[in-house]
């Protein structure tokens, strides 16, 4: 089956500064990249996504990175406030397998 | 639209006990999943299922069964509980290789 590997597993950051979650993923035919939020007793909800025909997706300050020939993904958040404080997982393999999660702390 | 719903929100069994989670979605999805989640081990996929009638296993399947009679629903059954199945239960749904909309989770203890 699909792994997908995520790191780092905790991520502490002062506000303003930038974020950046990193995934790999074993499955070549893998074609869908999704990440979640997931705050504190609620729901993971999806924040981006990426398909394989691209290379890199923005939505304001959260960006998706693919690197298909690595197998890897990334989610950058710039200028972080203390509301994307949350747990983030990424997924692969039509968007059933999630890696471990990042637990994110943005301090004021 | 409910979008995906789950049934308890909480739940007590004792060790041998059985019981059957439900799930249910109104958004014509054909994929639904059943999750665990246990700290520090993320979602842990039990079972998924591509449509009415066909069901797969996924990377913790032991202990549980699945059926997917209907489009819509897609129960989870604890044959006999363990405490190794305390845990958050997420049900998803979503068209194949699209966003998974996740139901509110069932929070399982299991003496």
């Known amino acids: 089956g699909e792994n997908v590997e995520q790191h780092p597993s905790t991520l502490s950051v002062q506000e303003g500064d930038s974020a950046v979650i990193k995934c790999t993923y074993s499955?070549?035919?893998?074609?869908?990249f999704p990440w979640y939020k997931q705050e504190l007793g609620k729901r993971p909800q999806l924040i981006i996504d990426?398909?394989?025909?691209?290379g890199e997706k923005k939505d304001q300050r959260i960006a998706v990175t693919l690197n298909k020939t690595a197998k890897h993904f990334s989610l950058h958040i710039t200028e972080t406030q203390p509301e994307d404080s949350a747990v983030y997982f990424c997924?692969?393999?039509?968007?059933?397998?999630f890696g471990k999660g990042t637990s994110l702390l943005v301090t004021p | 639209n409910a979008g995906v719903t789950q049934t308890p929100k909480f739940q007590v069994l004792k060790t041998g006990q059985s019981m059957t989670l439900q799930c249910a979605q109104d958004?014509?999805?054909?994929?639904m999943s059943w999750y665990r989640q246990d700290p520090g081990m993320g979602l842990r996929l039990i079972h998924y299922?591509?449509?009415?009638?066909?069901?797969d296993q996924g990377e913790v399947p032991n202990g549980y069964n699945v059926s997917r009679s209907t489009t819509e629903d897609f129960p989870l059954r604890l044959l006999s509980a363990a405490p190794s199945q305390t845990s958050v239960y997420f049900c998803?749904?979503?068209?194949?290789?699209?966003?998974?909309?996740f139901g509110p989770g069932t929070r399982l203890t299991v003496t």
């Open positions: 998803a749904s979503s068209y194949s290789n699209h966003e998974q909309y």
């Open positions: 499955d070549s035919a893998s074609n869908y």
């Open positions: 990426i398909r394989s025909n691209v």
């Open positions: 997924a692969a393999r039509r968007a059933l397998n």
């Open positions: 958004m014509n999805h054909e994929y």
């Open positions: 299922s591509v449509g009415a009638g066909i069901t």
